[in-house]
């Protein structure tokens, strides 16, 4: 059996806090800039889903979508919603509900694989063009780190752990 | 446990439903099975099921579509180049080639395994897991949950591809000079990682340990 996590609930909220600054400064700023032939472009993070929308692929936007952008905004903020009350033995409204679909949206949640995707799509464009790197491609690999810890940190089984001993 | 002392492959093997345990998929508490027919978690209020409901015909039917889709996904090209002069068509092996003619092989590297190795990794892994539960095989049950749990951890890096070429298909848009159009080999890509993610959630792993019948 697994050795019980002695995680203080502050800690949690802490990492969730900075992740939620992090995943508001990555899809507030563009990702990458590129110039060729005297032309320039630049994307969001957005842009990836928005792209495919565009090019008729709804569907896939939708997907490109919710494992970019939603699954983490509501890992993050439903996080928040329940363990900020739950410090002070306070049960948020709807938290049983929300827990349940939190822990199954997160797993939807795959930054880390966006962030390579993004390098990947870097490297190609950089062999004909010039790419600059911008603000959101930084946050957006500290954020893959931060939401690593907030995940492993918040198991579904230490979730459910806080919400045991908050009521007893 | 007394699961862990016991050797692998002995038959009569403890497990959680001869000891009349159940493990509650939602939260992990392991709870006595009362053999009520609506039990819940006294935990987290989620329903208690001894195996998951239809498990191995809702994974079968994934994995099939699945394995169906693979073949487009690899054939058609997941998108298209248009330049002054020609256009291009690529599909994820010949991606892998583009990057690896430009010198950038680990790049290369990472996608071959991403796009065409995890995919097409667990639906092989997949299939073997659904057969062996099918036929209630007592060999190898360790290797098995291993394989199992191997597939779940590496599912999500499939969606690389989908990323990089949706990535590409909105920057380069330059007017006359050049614009990538998404291919349908990309949407086809897309349901099967999609399709072998969720396979892998509804493979319920507890029947690699069901006693033969």
Same mark, same amino acid.
């Not at chain 1, 896939?60 to 439903?78: E, S």
């Not at chain 1, 930054?111 to 010039?130: D, H």
């Not at chain 2, 015909?57 to 994995?63: D, E, K, N, S, Y």
């Given at each position: 059996?697994?050795?019980?996590?002695?995680?203080?609930?502050?800690?949690?909220?802490?990492?969730?806090?900075?992740?939620?600054?992090?995943?508001?400064?990555?899809?507030?700023?563009?990702?990458?800039?590129?110039?060729?032939?005297?032309h320039?472009?630049?994307?969001?993070?957005?842009?990836?889903?928005?792209?495919?929308?565009?090019?008729?692929?709804?569907?896939?936007?939708?997907?490109?979508?919710?494992?970019?952008?939603?699954?983490p905004?509501?890992?993050?903020?439903?996080?928040?919603?329940?363990?900020?009350?739950?410090?002070?033995?306070?049960?948020?409204?709807g938290?049983?509900?929300?827990?349940?679909?939190?822990?199954?949206?997160?797993?939807?949640?795959?930054?880390?694989?966006?962030?390579?995707?993004?390098?990947?799509?870097?490297?190609?464009?950089?062999?004909?063009?010039?790419?600059?790197?911008?603000?959101?491609?930084?946050?957006?690999?500290?954020?893959?780190?931060?939401?690593?810890?907030?995940?492993?940190?918040?198991?579904?089984?230490?979730?459910?752990?806080?919400?045991?001993?908050?009521?007893? | 446990?007394?699961?862990?002392?016991?050797?692998?492959?002995?038959?009569?093997?403890?497990? *959680?439903?001869?000891? *009349?345990?159940?493990?509650?998929?939602?939260?992990?508490?392991?709870v006595?099975?009362?053999?009520?027919?609506?039990?819940?978690c006294?935990?987290?209020?989620?329903?208690?099921?001894?195996?998951?409901?239809h498990?191995?015909?809702?994974? *079968?039917?994934?994995?099939?579509?699945?394995?169906?889709?693979?073949?487009?996904?690899?054939?058609?090209?997941?998108?298209?180049?248009?330049?002054?002069?020609?256009?291009e068509?690529?599909?994820?092996?010949?991606?892998?080639?583009?990057?690896?003619?430009?010198?950038?092989?680990?790049?290369?590297?990472?996608?071959?395994?991403?796009?065409?190795?995890?995919?097409?990794?667990?639906?092989? %892994?997949?299939?073997?897991?659904?057969?062996?539960?099918?036929?209630?095989?007592?060999?190898?049950?360790?290797?098995?949950?291993?394989?199992?749990?191997?597939?779940?951890?590496?599912?999500?890096?499939?969606?690389?591809?989908?990323?990089?070429?949706?990535?590409?298909?909105?920057?380069?848009?330059?007017?006359?000079?050049?614009s990538?159009?998404? *291919?349908?080999?990309?949407? %086809?890509?897309?349901a099967?990682?999609?399709?072998?993610?969720?396979?892998?959630?509804?493979?319920?792993?507890?029947?690699?340990?069901?006693?033969?019948?």
């Amino acid at each position: 059996m697994r050795r019980p996590d002695r995680t203080p609930i502050d800690t949690a909220i802490a990492i969730a806090v900075c992740a939620l600054v992090l995943l508001c400064l990555t899809n507030a700023y563009p990702l990458v800039t590129m110039h060729v032939n005297g032309h320039s472009r630049e994307t969001t993070l957005a842009g990836a889903a928005l792209g495919l929308y565009a090019q008729g692929y709804v569907t896939l936007a939708a997907l490109v979508f919710l494992t970019t952008m939603l699954a983490p905004f509501v890992q993050v903020t439903g996080l928040l919603y329940v363990l900020i009350p739950l410090r002070s033995n306070r049960h948020a409204r709807g938290q049983n509900a929300l827990v349940h679909v939190l822990t199954r949206i997160r797993s939807w949640s795959f930054i880390e694989v966006f962030m390579l995707g993004a390098l990947v799509a870097l490297v190609r464009l950089s062999n004909f063009s010039n790419i600059v790197p911008r603000v959101a491609l930084w946050t957006c690999a500290l954020l893959m780190i931060v939401l690593a810890a907030l995940t492993s940190i918040t198991s579904t089984e230490q979730l459910w752990r806080w919400i045991e001993q908050s009521r007893a | 446990m007394a699961m862990d002392r016991t050797e692998p492959g002995v038959s009569g093997t403890a497990t *959680g439903r001869s000891l *009349g345990l159940l493990v509650c998929l939602n939260c992990r508490a392991t709870v006595r099975n009362v053999k009520a027919p609506h039990m819940r978690c006294p935990r987290c209020d989620a329903r208690l099921r001894e195996r998951k409901p239809h498990s191995l015909a809702v994974t *079968g039917a994934l994995l099939v579509a699945a394995a169906v889709l693979y073949v487009p996904a690899n054939v058609l090209p997941v998108m298209d180049t248009r330049t002054f002069f020609d256009t291009e068509s690529d599909t994820i092996m010949s991606g892998v080639l583009v990057l690896l003619h430009s010198g950038d092989w680990p790049i290369a590297l990472l996608v071959f395994i991403a796009s065409i190795v995890v995919p097409l990794l667990k639906i092989l %892994a997949l299939g073997v897991l659904w057969v062996s539960a099918w036929r209630r095989s007592p060999r190898h049950r360790q290797q098995r949950s291993e394989l199992y749990r191997l597939v779940e951890f590496i599912g999500r890096w499939s969606m690389l591809d989908i990323y990089a070429v949706s990535l590409l298909a909105t920057l380069v848009q330059i007017q006359s000079f050049a614009s990538i159009i998404v *291919g349908w080999g990309a949407w %086809a890509f897309g349901a099967v990682v999609v399709l072998t993610l969720i396979a892998a959630r509804t493979f319920d792993e507890r029947l690699l340990w069901d006693p033969p019948q």
